[in-house]
């Protein structure tokens, strides 16, 4: 059984910065690209950061873009979700997703966009910023 658990959001001020973490189990880590969405109140979910499997390609979107740094430890099954200068309008509740490869030169650098390529979801961390 495949497990995501996300950990590390909280409510913070405007401007501060928090790390939301993201650990694996059930599977094999180090071939998943992972990627971190959000879902505001009233609002679709969206995708915020992805990491390929090797960690050598990433993918934000533009409201995080130079705010937020995606990151990932193998060695820990844990991805990371590092957010910098927070806003009000990064308040969300933030989930976790996983997206199995099959290792190649091709898929090493995949950073999939849609939540409909993520076979495995975590339960979601509610960040809440205050301005």
């Known amino acids: 059984q495949v497990q995501l658990v996300e950990s590390g959001g909280r409510l913070v001020q405007a401007g501060e910065s928090l790390r939301l973490s993201c650990t694996v189990s059930g599977r094999t880590f180090s071939n998943c690209a992972m990627a971190w969405f959000r879902q505001a109140p009233g609002k679709e979910r969206t995708i915020v950061a992805v990491i390929s499997w090797s960690g050598r390609s990433t993918y934000y979107s533009d409201s995080v873009k130079g705010r937020f740094s995606i990151s990932r430890d193998n060695a820990e099954n844990t991805v990371y979700l590092q957010m910098n200068r927070l806003k009000a309008e990064d308040t969300a509740i933030y989930y976790c997703?996983?997206?199995?490869?099959?290792?190649?030169?091709?898929?090493?650098?995949?950073?999939?966009?849609?939540?409909?390529?993520?076979?495995?979801w975590g339960q979601g961390t509610q960040v809440t910023v205050s301005s």
């Open positions: 997703a996983a997206d199995p490869k099959t290792p190649s030169f091709a898929t090493s650098i995949e950073t999939p966009r849609s939540d409909h390529e993520y076979d495995y």
